[in-house]
C-alpha cells in the first residue's frame, strides 16, 4: 500500500464520518460538495463533526481516495470506515431515510 493509500486509510478508519470534497465544510467549492454537506446537516449532523478533507489542498489524497474506494467522483462520505458514496447516492439514502439510520441520526 502506497503511503498515500495509508494515509486514506488511517482516515478512513479514524473518523465517524468523513468527506472527502473540494473545499471546506463551511466553504465548500463545488456545487457536489456543498450538496453533500446539506444533506448531512438535514441528517441532523453538525459540520462541525464532519471531518472534511480538501482534496484541492492536497493532489495524491485527490487522485489517491479515487483509487481508494474505485469511486471516480468527489465528494466521497465515508461512515464508520464504510464507504457510502457521492452527492446522488448520498441524496437518495436521504430520501429513504436511509442516510439518517446509517448516520444514527434523526432528520432535522
Not at 448520498?90 to 430520501?95: P, T, V
Request: charged share 25%; net charge negative; glycine share 10%.
Amino acid at each position: 500500500m502506497s503511503d498515500t493509500q495509508q494515509r486514506i486509510d488511517e482516515l478512513v478508519k479514524s473518523n465517524e464520518v468523513l468527506l472527502f470534497m473540494k473545499g471546506t465544510a463551511s466553504f465548500p467549492q463545488c456545487g457536489f460538495s456543498g450538496r453533500a454537506i446539506q444533506i448531512l446537516k438535514a441528517c441532523g449532523v453538525d459540520p462541525k463533526e464532519v471531518k472534511a478533507v480538501n482534496v484541492l489542498e492536497d493532489d495524491a489524497i485527490r487522485q489517491g481516495i479515487k483509487e481508494y474506494s474505485h469511486w471516480p467522483t468527489i465528494p466521497q462520505l465515508y461512515i464508520k470506515g464504510e464507504f457510502i458514496g457521492g452527492s446522488d447516492i448520498m441524496m437518495e439514502m436521504y430520501e429513504s431515510g436511509e442516510l439518517a439510520k446509517t448516520l444514527g441520526r434523526t432528520p432535522a
